[in-house]
């Protein structure tokens, strides 16, 4: 009923100002907070843009405000709408620096532990999980980067008004001034989720808090009709008030709630949205609510063409133009960094790679502040523009430094390593500047070590010395015929110094020289058994390329690792024995021989919810005269070791060979949230470098796994089912957690 009365009151309305020949009424546009919700307004813009009615003023608040922004600086509903189909919320609201922005030597330690714990003065602090907003800032940079000089929202194409809280009085702030992407940062700064938005002294939060609905305002900027569009449902009914957070939260909004009653009435055209079952978090349901929206809109297309036609017909209305350049330069006169404490400004700059005097796009500049953030020096870096004269401009960087130490911890259990509590420490400067150091343990039924200093090099820091020193004790089961023969302890050590250059954040190539000593001591009696140890030397070239878009689970990208390497100064003491006796002399041969392995994995998304992957092993001892200690340890689904080559459908280290090539093909689903279900087939050849004639069928392997896995907070948790043609066994695969 009320829409009917709304659609009579707007056709008497238009069509007394045409009577009367008045002026051409201003048309003012509202559009209301609500998180995920308010991605529904894009609807009503559709509508608005396909009556052609035109829009004099805007105002908003929090999403409804990010909405009016884009609407007001140029942006079409069209527009705004494909811009939503290509954000990932789930990047665009977390903390997590997106893994293609990590440079080359962070992306081995990312997400590798899932506890992170800073040392500020000399204490260890928990992390507050409020979101600091560096994703929205350069993306927000981006989408309004062809407005960078206007500093007043009434220059804009349709003039601007956003509201935000002061954090200290509580009192409205509205916001029409000043750099933009500010101003859409505190309107959007949920408390406790979003950090507070510092601008002209004072700290700023979602204006929600007090005025989600700012028709008073509009009205104050000249409107004579205004559209008032409404994603929230105001304070929750008792029955959904059911813990203390709800509680806190229907407090939070009383204020707000009495406010809302005062600018209801000032609407002349209110459109209420269906809304309610979304909440301010539905961002992965942003297709839906975006057809609530269009929906909506189409309602109310009859009333907005009605207006428009009326409106019209009074004289067209005075238009400023504002060109959308997704490729606009700037030119950069000056630049300059706020904020730095422990690191400098030219160290700063060549991490960035960044000049003065050269032209910039919005993409180009955060480029280099992707590379800077991908250094994990720091958490955040925002910059403004200041103009100089047309199209040149200052630009003043602001920097947040990450704590230079932090304290990491996870656990991790497979049935090959048994269970482990992984800690791991890393500095950054702690030797000396431009540098990080690390120490990481995994102890528990079986101990690994790594220490490792990196050094940054170079003008632009893109090249590095690192020193190292890794050790793998473990005991490792010996398989005759796919069955378990015994067991034997290996323990492993490596000292290694390499040096590498990553031009940039994709790939990374380096030379580099090794100590390993290794032991072996039989655990289970063995027909076969060596005891003692051997040493040698290791040269090497390597190629690392990856730019996976996550760490777990990826939809999409390439890992490869390529090493060619001569292994030289072999030095064995060592005992063979066969049947508990003695072989004298031994049959283990250690000449000097060169070894290549490659280890690469493709991920390609089908849709939505299937990913196709892909992997491809090879590892080749070039020498006829192989030894078994050093040869490539077949099986196993997950992790790594010494030799490893992982092979769905056996266990860890079932087959040995001195030769192997592998490629494995799989289909991975994901029907729900965090939930996937992968199927995998993979074959391999082996021992094939040491034969005159082709492969024989004994050398080839088949295998199939089927694995369930739930990502949670300490690491993705997986139950694998797996086949070998060849050992005609049906096993078990276990992985929880992260592996070291």
């Known amino acids: 009923m009320k829409f009917f009365v709304t659609l009579l009151f707007c056709f008497c309305f238009a069509g007394h100002l045409s009577a009367q020949n008045t002026l051409r009424p201003k048309i003012g546009l509202t559009l209301s907070g609500g998180g995920a919700k308010g991605l529904a307004h894009i609807g009503i813009l559709k509508a608005i843009d396909s009556a052609g009615l035109k829009i004099d003023y805007i105002t908003g608040t929090s999403m409804g405000a990010v909405v009016g922004a884009l609407y007001a600086s140029g942006y079409s509903g069209n527009d705004i709408e494909n811009l939503r189909k290509d954000i990932d919320f789930d990047v665009l609201f977390s903390n997590n620096v997106p893994l293609k922005t990590l440079s080359m030597e962070e992306k081995d330690q990312y997400s590798r532990f899932a506890i992170e714990l800073p040392f500020i003065n000399n204490k260890i602090r928990l992390t507050t999980g409020v979101i600091t907003g560096q994703q929205l800032n350069m993306k927000f940079s981006e989408l309004f980067f062809h407005v960078y000089y206007i500093r007043n929202f009434n220059d804009l194409k349709i003039p601007f008004k956003c509201m935000a809280t002061d954090l200290e009085t509580g009192d409205l702030v509205v916001m029409d001034t000043g750099n933009i992407i500010t101003a859409l940062r505190a309107t959007m700064a949920i408390p406790s989720v979003f950090s507070a938005v510092t601008k002209d002294g004072?700290?700023?939060?979602?204006?929600?808090?007090?005025?989600?609905?700012?028709?008073?305002?509009?009205?104050?900027?000249?409107?004579?009709?205004v559209i008032g569009s409404n994603v929230t449902n105001g304070l929750s009914k008792v029955d959904k008030i059911k813990n203390p957070i709800d509680v806190l939260l229907q407090m939070a909004f009383y204020r707000e709630a009495g406010d809302f009653k005062e600018e209801l009435p000032l609407t002349n055209i209110y459109i209420h949205m269906p809304m309610e079952e979304y909440n301010t978090g539905s961002f992965g349901s942003g297709s839906e609510i975006f057809d609530v929206g269009v929906e909506t809109g189409k309602l109310y297309?009859?009333?907005?063409?009605?207006?428009?036609?009326?409106?019209?017909?009074?004289?067209?209305?005075?238009?400023?133009?504002?060109?959308?350049?997704?490729?606009?330069?700037?030119?950069?006169?000056?630049?300059?960094v706020k904020g730095l404490k422990k690191t400098s400004a030219p160290f700063f700059f060549h991490l960035m790679n960044f000049d003065d005097n050269k032209n910039y796009t919005a993409q180009q500049i955060n480029k280099s502040i992707r590379r800077a953030i991908g250094s994990r020096y720091y958490?955040?870096?925002?910059?403004?523009?200041?103009?100089?004269?047309?199209?040149?401009?200052?630009?003043?960087?602001?920097?947040?430094?990450?704590?230079?130490?932090?304290?990491k911890a996870g656990l991790f259990y497979t049935r090959f390593r048994g269970i482990n509590v992984n800690v791991n420490l890393t500095s950054r400067d702690f030797i000396i500047p431009n540098s990080r150091s690390m120490v990481s343990a995994s102890i528990g039924e079986s101990t690994q070590i790594e220490a490792e200093h990196f050094q940054y090099l170079g003008r632009i820091k893109n090249i590095a010395f690192i020193a190292g020193f890794k050790l793998d004790n473990q005991?490792?089961?010996?398989?005759?015929?796919?069955?378990?023969?015994?067991?034997?302890?290996?323990n492993f050590s490596q000292t290694f110094i390499n040096f590498q250059n990553s031009g940039n954040n994709k790939i990374a190539a380096g030379i580099g020289t090794a100590f390993e000593y290794i032991r072996f001591r039989p655990s289970i009696k063995a027909e076969h058994e060596i005891k003692g140890r051997f040493t040698d030397l290791k040269s090497y070239v390597y190629i690392k390329y990856n730019d996976l878009n996550q760490i777990f689970f990826p939809k999409k990208g390439l890992k490869l690792n390529v090493e060619l390497a001569q292994v030289w100064n072999q030095r064995p003491n060592l005992t063979q024995f066969e049947n508990g006796i003695m072989i004298n002399p031994s049959t283990l041969n250690f000449d000097n021989y060169a070894r290549l392995m490659l280890d690469m994995s493709l991920f390609r998304p089908i849709n939505k919810s299937f990913v196709f992957l892909t992997e491809f092993q090879t590892g080749i001892n070039f020498t006829n005269k192989p030894n078994y200690l050093n040869n490539f340890l077949i099986g196993g689904i997950n992790?790594?070791?010494?030799?490893?080559?992982?092979?769905a459908g056996l266990q860890e280290a079932t087959v040995n060979s001195s030769s192997v090539t592998a490629l494995q093909l799989g289909l991975r689903y994901n029907p729900a949230n965090n939930i996937y279900i992968t199927g995998r087939i993979n074959a391999l050849v082996k021992d094939y470098a040491t034969k005159k004639n082709a492969t024989s069928g004994k050398d080839a392997l088949t295998g199939y796994a089927l694995t369930f896995a739930y990502k949670t907070p300490i690491g993705p948790i997986e139950l694998s089912a797996m086949y070998s043609d060849q050992s005609k066994r049906l096993q078990s695969y276990i992985l929880v957690g992260i592996s070291f």
Request: glycine share 6%.
């Open 301 to 336: 297309y009859p009333i907005f063409k009605k207006l428009a036609d009326s409106i019209n017909a009074l004289g067209a209305a005075n238009e400023k133009t504002t060109d959308i350049i997704t490729d606009k330069t700037v030119f950069i006169n000056s630049h300059k």
């Open 475 to 490: 005991t490792i089961n010996t398989y005759q015929n796919f069955k378990v023969e015994g067991a034997y302890k290996q």
């Open 202 to 225: 004072k700290k700023l939060v979602d204006g929600g808090l007090v005025r989600n609905f700012p028709v008073k305002n509009v009205k104050e900027m000249g409107a004579d009709i």
């Open 639 to 647: 992790g790594s070791f010494r030799n490893q080559v992982r092979f």
């Open 379 to 407: 958490s955040t870096i925002t910059y403004a523009l200041e103009p100089v004269s047309k199209d040149t401009a200052n630009i003043i960087f602001t920097a947040d430094e990450n704590p230079s130490t932090y304290l």
